[in-house]
Structure formats: structure tokens, C-alpha cells
């Protein structure tokens, strides 16, 4: 596995590959490198022939009080992860390789930061699109993978690559869980011993809240105050339960079609998200990956 710091480098590598007619798929990451990220490698190496991933801490996502300085670094760690399952090549650039001080210009967004992580975190996807759009750029991947368990981020990029013309594929993952059902993240290391132990109480929220979508609920606030209740009752202090179109994430006041159930919650000071996507067709409910409908002009 090759480890490149410099964005010529990449670049010199990347025109090789490419003309040696290989497929580029792209796994960006923070780094905290858990088997939920292993799953889109895996999913990167089926469907392509050079995987490549990036860790990269990006500070321009994290608001002031969020958790950028303490966020778990190691990066020899997780190096030996990605060369395990079949990386090719991992950028690993330093913040000013890749933004310079007097940086001009943003990406924004309109709606889909109105409501579940954009309402909490002001500015948090702005920062998330320019990371992405600049790596796409750099790493110019024919398929870029990204996990179900930050939905609303996979939402939003998939409508910047449709909308901005990248010609890039996004492929959404499933969810990888620990044993009890806590979705992974790299965020869990923070967790006290009781608090990853209450951690399990948001999935059981939404799967209790699916379940009851199974028995013929369809009213949202219902299945909202029962995430609710559970998260609470596990110890959490929720920060939003809402229940969204899965497309345009606008709130739904009746459960019917795709929709995404999403949760975010605090323990102690450790924030954690977890969502399920289902769809509901007469009586019949069915968790799903979230799904794309066709936004690009060229039916991309
Ligand atoms: P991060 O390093 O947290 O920025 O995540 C990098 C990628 O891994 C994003 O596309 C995440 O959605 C994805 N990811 C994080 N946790 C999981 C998980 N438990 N299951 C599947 N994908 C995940």
C-alpha cells in the first residue's frame, strides 16, 4: 500500500492507474478506523480495481467546542487496517496541503441542512461538501463509498456529485453494529464503561419505533416519543428524533414512502447519531439502504 502525503503525488498516481485502464473507488475517512469503515473498503475492493481512502481530520466540519483536537488519531494504526483489507492507497495530507489561509470560496446548501445534524451543527456539511469536492477532485474516483449511519452527509453529497457534475458514483454501505446494536464510530471510544453500555438505547429506540411502524403506526409524533422514551430512559439527552422524506430530509407528518428515522443524542458530553431507513407501502413496512432518485440532468 502506497502512502502519499502530497496532492502531486496522488495525482502522478492516479493518472497511472487510470491509464493502465484501472477503476478508481474512493473510501474517505477521519481516521478511528473501526469495521464500519472496513465494510466500504471491502465494498470498494468488489467494485473497483484501485481502492484508494484518505484520513484526513478535517477542520473546517468541526464547530467551535466540538471535539477536532481530541478526535482519535493513530495513524500507523490505521494504515495497517487499510493495508489488511485491501487498500492501494491511502492520503494521509496535513491541513495545509490541502487549505490555504485566505480560502475565498464555499460550498452551500439549500434545505437539507434545515433539519436533523444540520439544525445542531451550523456550518458542520458546508465543510463536509468543500472536503469532499476538493478530494473528489484530487482522487478522481469513478466511485466514492460512504455509510448508511451518517445518512444525511451521504444525502447531501450525493445531491453536490448530481447537481456539480461530478462524475462519480456514490455508493451507500449498510450500517456495521456492534454486538448490541451501537452503530460503530470512532466517536464511541469516548465512552465511559456505563455509557457504552447505555449507548445501545438509541438503536432500540428506532427498532422499537420500527417495530411499531410494522404493527400499523403511521403517526410520526407516536413513533418519535417512543425513540424518545427509551433514549431517555437509557440515560441519553436527545439532541433531535425526527422522521424525514429519505430524499429531500424535509420532515413527514405521515409515515408512508422512503423516510429516515434519525436520532442524535448526547452521554455525558459524547454526542452519537444512528438512524433506520424504511419504506412503508400499505400495511407493509421495510428497512432499507437509502435510495437516490435520479437528480442529474444526464441520468447519471
Ligand atoms: P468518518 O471517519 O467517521 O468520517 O467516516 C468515514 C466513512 O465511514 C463515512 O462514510 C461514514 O458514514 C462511514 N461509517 C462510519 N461509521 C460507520 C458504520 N458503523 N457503518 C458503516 N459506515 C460507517
Same mark, same amino acid.
Given at each position: 500500500?502506497?502512502?502519499?502525503?502530497?496532492?502531486?503525488?496522488?495525482?502522478?498516481?492516479?493518472?497511472?492507474?487510470?491509464?493502465?485502464?484501472?477503476?478508481?473507488?474512493?473510501?474517505?475517512?477521519?481516521?478511528?478506523?473501526?469495521?464500519?469503515?472496513?465494510?466500504?473498503?471491502?465494498?470498494?475492493?468488489?467494485?473497483?480495481?484501485?481502492?484508494?481512502?484518505?484520513?484526513?481530520?478535517?477542520?473546517?466540519?468541526?464547530?467551535?467546542?466540538?471535539?477536532?483536537?481530541?478526535?482519535?488519531?493513530?495513524?500507523?494504526?490505521?494504515?495497517?487496517?487499510?493495508?489488511?483489507?485491501?487498500?492501494?492507497?491511502?492520503?494521509?495530507?496535513?491541513?495545509?496541503?490541502?487549505?490555504?489561509?485566505?480560502?475565498?470560496?464555499?460550498?452551500?446548501?439549500?434545505?437539507?441542512?434545515?433539519?436533523?445534524?444540520?439544525?445542531?451543527?451550523?456550518?458542520?456539511?458546508?465543510?463536509?461538501?468543500?472536503?469532499?469536492?476538493?478530494?473528489?477532485?484530487?482522487?478522481?474516483?469513478?466511485?466514492?463509498?460512504?455509510?448508511?449511519?451518517?445518512?444525511?452527509? %451521504?444525502? *447531501?453529497?450525493? /445531491? $453536490?456529485? #448530481?447537481?456539480?457534475?461530478? +462524475?462519480?458514483? =456514490?455508493? &451507500?454501505?449498510?450500517?456495521?453494529?456492534?454486538?448490541?446494536?451501537?452503530?460503530?464510530?470512532?466517536?464511541?471510544?469516548?465512552?465511559?464503561?456505563?455509557?457504552?453500555?447505555?449507548?445501545?438505547?438509541?438503536?432500540?429506540?428506532?427498532?422499537?419505533?420500527?417495530?411499531?411502524?410494522?404493527?400499523?403506526?403511521?403517526?410520526?409524533?407516536?413513533?418519535? %416519543?417512543? *425513540?424518545?422514551? /427509551? $433514549?431517555? #430512559?437509557?440515560?441519553?439527552? +436527545?439532541?433531535? =428524533?425526527? &422522521?424525514?422524506?429519505?430524499?429531500?430530509?424535509?420532515?413527514?407528518?405521515?409515515?408512508?414512502?422512503?423516510?429516515?428515522?434519525?436520532?442524535?443524542?448526547?452521554?455525558?458530553?459524547?454526542?452519537?447519531?444512528?438512524?433506520?431507513?424504511?419504506?412503508?407501502?400499505?400495511?407493509?413496512?421495510?428497512?432499507?439502504?437509502?435510495?437516490?432518485?435520479?437528480?442529474?440532468?444526464?441520468?447519471?
Amino acid at each position: 500500500m502506497k502512502k502519499v502525503k502530497s496532492v502531486s503525488e496522488i495525482r502522478r498516481l492516479i493518472t497511472e492507474s487510470k491509464k493502465a485502464g484501472k477503476t478508481i473507488g474512493f473510501v474517505p475517512t477521519m481516521g478511528g478506523l473501526h469495521a464500519g469503515h472496513i465494510s466500504l473498503l471491502k465494498r470498494a475492493r468488489e467494485l473497483s480495481e484501485f481502492v484508494v481512502a484518505s484520513i484526513f481530520v478535517n477542520p473546517v466540519q468541526f464547530g467551535p467546542g466540538e471535539d477536532f483536537s481530541e478526535y482519535p488519531r493513530d495513524e500507523d494504526g490505521d494504515c495497517r487496517i487499510l493495508e489488511e483489507n485491501g487498500c492501494d492507497l491511502v492520503f494521509l495530507p496535513d491541513a495545509s496541503e490541502i487549505f490555504s489561509d485566505s480560502r475565498k470560496i464555499g460550498i452551500s446548501i439549500d434545505r437539507l441542512t434545515d433539519h436533523l445534524c444540520g439544525s445542531s451543527r451550523p456550518g458542520h456539511f458546508e465543510g463536509v461538501l468543500l472536503i469532499v469536492a476538493k478530494l473528489f477532485n484530487i482522487v478522481a474516483p469513478e466511485m466514492a463509498f460512504f455509510g448508511q449511519k451518517d445518512a444525511q452527509q %451521504a444525502v *447531501i453529497i450525493q /445531491r $453536490m456529485a #448530481a447537481e456539480l457534475d461530478f +462524475p462519480v458514483k =456514490i455508493v &451507500i454501505c449498510p450500517t456495521v453494529r456492534e454486538e448490541d446494536g451501537l452503530a460503530m464510530s470512532s466517536r464511541n471510544l469516548y465512552l465511559s464503561r456505563q455509557d457504552r453500555i447505555s449507548a445501545a438505547g438509541m438503536i432500540t429506540g428506532l427498532r422499537e419505533a420500527f417495530a411499531a411502524a410494522g404493527k400499523g403506526e403511521r403517526d410520526p409524533s407516536v413513533l418519535k %416519543a417512543l *425513540i424518545e422514551e /427509551r $433514549m431517555k #430512559a437509557s440515560g441519553f439527552e +436527545p439532541d433531535y =428524533i425526527e &422522521i424525514v422524506r429519505a430524499g429531500s430530509l424535509d420532515p413527514v407528518d405521515r409515515i408512508e414512502g422512503t423516510v429516515l428515522m434519525a436520532a442524535a443524542g448526547y452521554l455525558s458530553s459524547t454526542r452519537l447519531i444512528d438512524n433506520i431507513a424504511f419504506r412503508a407501502a400499505g400495511k407493509r413496512v421495510e428497512e432499507v439502504l437509502l435510495e437516490f432518485p435520479d437528480w442529474s440532468r444526464h441520468g447519471k
